[in-house]
């Protein structure tokens, strides 16, 4: 498509339970970045991937994140166990080829958890 | 300290203004993005710059690599240029991801 597609719009989960959020890059874009906004305007990297593959996962809390892009299939981001720090926005961007290019974001998913 | 330092925190502007918001950055960068954040929440990108100067419309954007500082301008403000603008920047050492300022909320009043 020529939007990145993100759902759920909003989430709600009670502590510790599951939450999946998905991901649709832009047709062609070989990148995909996850980040999460808390507190407005932190933002926080999380994870990229270059096609199928993690990039860089050094911002990722590796206990209860996971993430996936897999062929043919929406990209994935999945917290075990929540806790209520993880209720923020995750933003999911992609671009295409070359260091620094710009990266085109989704709309956001909400997560909250009570 | 951030890597990606932005002033004003917040600024409020009568309709028509010129407007500034400043960016400093300590890190190496292959580019710089400046990007919107609309109240509902979805952002756009607005520049990327790696050097000089960018003009889209009302938006002026700049950048001075040796001093490591950035600006965007908005001409004749208007109501709908109210969002958070935000300077982001691409590390040479960062694998493209983004380092994110803090942001600044801009209100334009009528």
């Known amino acids: 498509g020529e939007e990145v597609a993100q759902t759920p719009k909003h989430l709600v989960r009670g502590e510790g339970q599951k939450a999946k959020l998905y991901c649709a890059p832009i047709?062609?874009?070989?990148?995909v970045f996850w980040y999460q906004q808390v507190l407005k305007n932190e933002f926080k990297f999380l994870i990229s991937?270059?096609?199928?593959?993690?990039?860089?996962e050094t911002g990722m809390p590796k206990e209860r994140f996971s993430a996936k892009c897999l062929p043919n299939s929406p990209c994935s981001l999945e917290i075990q166990a929540t806790k209520l720090e993880d209720s923020a926005v995750y933003f999911c961007?992609?671009?295409?080829?070359?260091?620094?290019?710009?990266?085109?974001f989704g709309p956001g998913t909400r997560l909250l958890v009570l | 300290k951030n890597e990606v330092e932005q002033s004003p925190q917040n600024l409020t502007a009568q309709e028509g203004e010129f407007i500034t918001i400043n960016c400093s950055y300590s890190v190496g960068i292959s580019a710089l993005h400046w990007l919107q954040q609309h109240p509902g929440g979805g952002i756009v990108s607005l520049f990327m710059?790696?050097?000089g100067k960018k003009k889209h419309g009302r938006l002026i954007a700049t950048i001075n690599i040796q001093e490591k500082h950035s600006s965007l301008h908005i001409t004749a403000s208007h109501p709908r240029d109210s969002a958070v603008y935000i300077c982001a920047v691409s590390p040479i050492q960062g694998a493209q991801k983004l380092v994110f300022g803090q942001g600044t909320r801009l209100t334009i009043n009528p």
């Open positions: 710059l790696s050097s």
């Open positions: 991937f270059q096609n199928e593959n993690v990039f860089d």
């Open positions: 961007a992609s671009s295409q080829f070359r260091v620094g290019e710009t990266q085109y």
């Open positions: 047709k062609g874009h070989s990148y």
